[in-house]
């Protein structure tokens, strides 16, 4: 049997989902412990993860350097990657949404300003409402584009909604819910097919039927 | 002598020629085309094409043209549409956008096509030709065959909507159930009938097993002459265990392709390398009456597999010194060519070639001094 290679997104989610993988029988009890490795090895259960940018998760099985992976559904809706997208884990849920300052007002005679690191989502959700829009590309503190006049609104990933709360701001539409999905390189999903369809039933045990039920978004 | 000695021959330069002895000893004959075409054939077909982007000039009359993106456009436009089959295969490159760099690329294309009066021999014979195609290029391979007149009908038998369809499409190219669970909630859709098309999109393995399991699926659209096609259209695989699969996840625009098609892995190689099936719908576009079936090796995948690092530039450096007579070194390195040797010439020692091992050229005879006896 080959090492199956697993690519998770580093942090807390990567973490959760770890457990997850764990709690389901696939334990790599090196991967917890402190350090700035990023390679582990379980050579008895013939695994071997990878910790990498949540962003980089698909573009590592896509291109065939992890079989699978754990990425959000924000991540494979923006750079739709082709892989298999196995199983919704239900973690990590959040959603993207539009938001805009408290007492925002649509001026629909102008171009809608939208900045984001969404970009891909952002054009297809306005392409579908006609809407004529202007986007402005940005990697991170995207709350502040509105204030400072850079854009009209945002569309980002709100979890709680605190920071947006925070800032002014509010949701003025959802775009999409996101959660953790298991996706799997169309390759390795030839050749390493038992070991990845059992994998994918075990976690589906874990999660239980029930709460995946709950769960289920596109 | 050294295995890597073969490295002076490219892999894919003895691919080629293994391929088309195959295709020949099926009666395929060479079809040879000019790298340019009529820029409109591809405009106005641009969604069969890998890559829209095409790159085009104008031509001296006058008329824009297109650096062939595509071969199958060129060979159905110029068949004459007559009674009969034709079987024809090419080695051609074709130029399009690379989906890594997103810039041109060359990229050197083998593949067949079979036209006109196409039966379910002729499907299997492709089939077949696909399967040894990839075992050519390895051992590890597989054909993985889709249907898609079945995962149509499938569709449509859980909605008639085509925007729902055209989602159900990319749910089955993803195998991605959860999201045939979402759409079914969203658009109150008969849960019953979304099931069934979960059941589908999950069927993976060999024809035996996925035909019992397609057959066992309780609540379905009517499928049985498509089911029956491609029972025998596979059934040329039967004593080739594991060399070729069926799985709906392998989809196709359906303005061209209809019925089978297939798609080719190799071990090493994270996508498919050839990509194929049965386009009677693009000669129906394009004005034929005939039936096609065909696919296409994508040569440029195989630079990872054939990568493996060749860790000298030669075997043996041979130093001939100030006054040596070059024909003697000529006759030198002819000598250690016959051994199987890689000889690399250098008035002095060069740390710049990597080789495995020295030798001095002393009165026209070579005095190895480390590794090669």
């Known amino acids: 049997m080959e090492f199956l290679n697993i690519a998770l997104p580093k942090g807390r989610l990567g973490e959760k989902v770890y ?38 998760v698909a573009v590592y099985v896509e291109r065939g350097a992890a079989d699978i992976g754990v990425a959000g559904k924000d991540i494979l809706a923006e750079y739709e990657p082709d892989v298999f997208e196995l199983l919704d884990l239900g973690l990590g849920a959040c959603r993207v949404c539009v938001a805009a300052p408290v007492n925002f007002c649509d001026d629909t005679r102008k171009t809608l300003r939208v900045a ?21 590309p940005l990697n991170g503190s995207i709350e502040i584009a509105p204030i400072l ?37 169309k390759a390795s999903f030839r050749f390493k097919n038992v070991q990845i369809e059992q994998l994918k039933e075990k976690l589906y045990e874990k999660i239980g039927a029930n709460r995946y039920d709950q769960n289920i978004t596109k | 002598m050294y295995n890597n000695f ?29 790298k340019f075409e009529d820029y409109d054939l591809y405009s106005h077909n641009k969604e069969f094409l890998v890559s829209e982007q095409i790159i085009t000039f104008t031509d001296t009359n006058g008329k824009l043209m297109a650096l062939k993106p595509d071969v199958t456009l060129s060979i159905i436009r110029n068949c004459p549409d007559i009674g009969g089959t034709s079987k024809l295969f090419y080695d051609e490159n074709v130029y399009r956008v ?9 990229i050197n294309q083998v593949g067949l096509e079979c036209i006109g009066d196409v039966d379910l021999y002729c499907l299997s014979e492709v089939l077949y030709l696909a399967s040894h195609s990839l075992k050519a290029v390895s051992p590890n391979s597989v054909l993985v065959v889709s249907h898609l007149v079945i995962l149509s009908k499938f569709a449509s038998f859980v909605s008639e909507d085509p925007s729902v369809r055209d989602i159900l499409f990319e749910c089955a190219s993803k195998k991605n159930i959860h999201g045939v669970d979402s759409l079914c909630v969203k658009y109150g859709l008969q849960p019953e009938k979304c ?7 999950l069927l993976y393995g060999d024809a035996e097993k996925v035909i019992a399991g397609l057959m066992s699926i309780q609540y379905k659209p009517d499928v049985t002459r498509e089911t029956e096609d ?118 002095r020692r060069t740390d710049a070639v990597k080789c495995r091992s020295y030798a001095e050229l002393t009165g026209g005879k070579v005095k190895v001094k480390d590794g090669i006896s």
């Not at chain 1, 609104?153 to 003025?172: F, M, Q, R, S």
């Not at chain 2, 690379?98 to 060359?106: A, D, I, L, P, V």
């Open chain 1, 19 to 56: 457990r997850l993988f764990e709690e389901a029988g696939y334990g790599c009890p090196s991967l917890l412990q402190p350090g700035r490795k990023l390679i582990f090895e379980n050579s008895e259960n013939m695994l071997r993860y990878f910790w990498v940018k949540p962003s980089d």
């Open chain 1, 116 to 136: 984001t690191k969404f970009c891909n989502i952002a054009r297809s959700f306005y392409a579908d409402s006609g809407r004529d829009i202007d986007i402005i």
């Open chain 1, 149 to 185: 006049g850079l854009s009209d609104v945002i569309v980002d990933i709100v979890e709680t909604g605190t920071t947006l709360k925070e800032n002014d701001l509010a949701v003025i539409s959802e775009v999409m819910q996101v959660s953790a999905r298991l996706i799997a390189n």
């Open chain 2, 6 to 34: 073969t490295a002076s021959s490219e892999p894919t330069e003895e691919l080629v020629s293994s391929l088309r002895d195959l295709y020949s000893s099926f009666g395929y004959k060479r079809y040879r085309m000019s």
């Open chain 2, 98 to 106: 690379s989906k890594g760099s997103g810039t041109f690329r060359e």
């Open chain 2, 195 to 201: 099931e069934s098309f979960k059941k589908l999109i």
């Open chain 2, 230 to 347: 491609l029972k025998k259209a596979m059934s040329v695989f039967k004593k080739e265990i594991g060399s070729a699969v069926i799985d709906f996840s392998v989809t196709g625009n359906m303005n061209y392709y209809n019925g089978v098609v297939f798609r080719g892995y190799v071990e090493g190689i994270p996508g498919s390398i050839l990509s194929g099936g049965c386009y009677d719908a693009l000669m129906y576009k394009l004005g034929k009456r005939s039936g096609a079936v065909g696919f296409a090796l994508y040569l440029d995948m195989l630079d990872n597999l054939y990568s493996a690092p060749d860790e000298y530039d030669a075997d043996i450096q041979l130093i001939y010194g100030e006054n040596a007579e070059n024909k003697d070194v000529i006759e030198a390195v002819k000598t250690l060519n016959s051994r199987g040797l890689r000889v690399f010439c250098s008035r």
